[in-house]
């Protein structure tokens, strides 16, 4: 049973913004903090963002600044703003809880910044 199904992902050029989305069921999103991942070629999944179900966001240092999490509770759906893009930010993303849950790892969607 898929719960969670990211979308957004592409081609942009440096400097350029994306926004990703998150669709999550609602016995899911109504109750757990949500945050965003990704994952490079034979590494780990790096937490970028989360937020809570009162809306406190974290950040990774990598990201600050550049990078906004948001949810919206009519949609279900929790959402990450990309500007500023670099090409160090080429990667698959993924949602998840947050933190994250074994459980609840998706397909992502891939991210590439190139010119």
């Known amino acids: 049973q898929v719960q969670l199904v990211e979308s957004g992902g592409g081609l942009v050029q440096p400097g350029g913004s994306l926004r990703l989305s998150c669709a999550a069921s609602?016995?899911?999103?109504?109750?757990?903090?949500m945050g965003w991942y990704r994952q490079s070629p034979g590494k780990e999944h790096d937490f970028l963002a989360g937020i809570t179900v009162s809306g406190t966001t974290r950040y990774a240092d990598s990201v600050k600044g550049r990078f906004t999490i948001s949810r919206d509770y009519d949609k279900n759906t929790v959402y990450l703003q990309m500007n500023s893009l670099k090409p160090e930010d080429t990667a698959v993303y993924f949602c998840?809880?947050?933190?994250?849950?074994?459980?609840?790892w998706g397909q992502g969607t891939q991210v590439t910044v190139s010119s």
């Open positions: 998840n809880l947050y933190p994250s849950s074994e459980n609840y």
């Open positions: 609602k016995t899911i999103f109504s109750v757990n903090a």
